[in-house]
């Protein structure tokens, strides 16, 4: 079975970034066919134990749950490369809390395939020993993929952890999605236990100039297109 068949049962909703086609994955991936590559962002690896470690107890469940999703995103579209666009892990000393089983699990995702980690803000000292290579940013053809937004046509970033709030049936809904206006693009976050950031927050204004882009918000059984003017 193909990796497009596989796509196709999930999600095979389009976004187009400078004129490349990226499918958008339900699980707030990106998967670039034409050069077999998945994108991802801010993961933020064992935020439960950072957490913990400062006496706030949440469910220590969170680094497993975000590479389950990853793996199965992964399985979909079987992919030769993955980049993650930074703030892979959520501290400096991160890596060195990955559980035997998730350390395995870790090493099993990125067998037989090419596997870049970009530097984030939260982890810009990447070790060697989690596998893969290390860059400050990636360029593709047209693309750039780097970690933080600095609004430069072609760029896909991550760093803001988009979200998007609409009214539908009668009733508010807030979701994870992508923002773009078709020339650049922000990554919603894939960790777990991440939060999210308003596209209507000042700091998408600094990106984008205007609000004419439109948030491709992730639901339960498919991605929905909505001009960011009609969030809030």
């Given amino acids: 079975m193909t990796d497009t068949v596989l796509a196709a049962r999930h999600e095979t909703r389009l976004l187009s970034v400078a004129g490349v086609d990226f499918v958008v994955d339900l699980s707030g991936a990106f998967y670039w066919h034409d050069e077999h590559l998945l994108i991802v962002s801010d993961l933020h690896l064992e935020k439960g134990s950072s957490f913990a470690m400062r006496g706030v107890l949440l469910p220590p469940f969170d680094t ?47 067998a037989g395939r090419d596997w870049i980690w970009i530097s984030g803000n939260h982890d810009p000292a990447l070790p060697r020993e989690i596998g893969g290579t290390v860059a400050e940013d990636v360029a593709i053809g047209p693309i750039v ?48 236990y991440t939060g999210g950031l308003s596209i209507r927050d000042a700091a998408f204004a600094a990106i984008f100039r205007t609000l004419e882009f439109t948030a491709h918000v992730l639901g339960d059984r498919r991605v929905h297109t909505i001009a960011a003017a009609r969030c809030y």
């Avoid at 975000?66 to 666009?85: E, F, Q, S």
């Avoid at 600095?150 to 979200?163: M, R, S, Y």
Wanted: glycine letters at 10%; one cysteine or more; proline letters at 5%.
């Fill in 64 to 110: 497993a749950a975000t590479l389950t999703r990853l793996g199965a995103a992964i399985a979909r579209h079987n992919p030769r490369r993955v980049i993650a666009l930074g703030d892979s892990f959520h501290d400096g000393d991160a890596h060195q809390r990955l559980s035997p089983q998730d350390r395995g699990t870790l090493s099993a995702l990125q």
């Fill in 145 to 192: 993929f780097r970690h933080e937004p600095t609004g430069v046509a072609g760029e896909i970033a991550g760093h803001l952890h988009p979200k998007a709030r609409v009214t539908t049936r009668g009733r508010s809904v807030e979701r994870r999605c992508f923002a773009s206006d078709g020339e650049r693009a922000i990554m919603p976050a894939f960790g777990a």
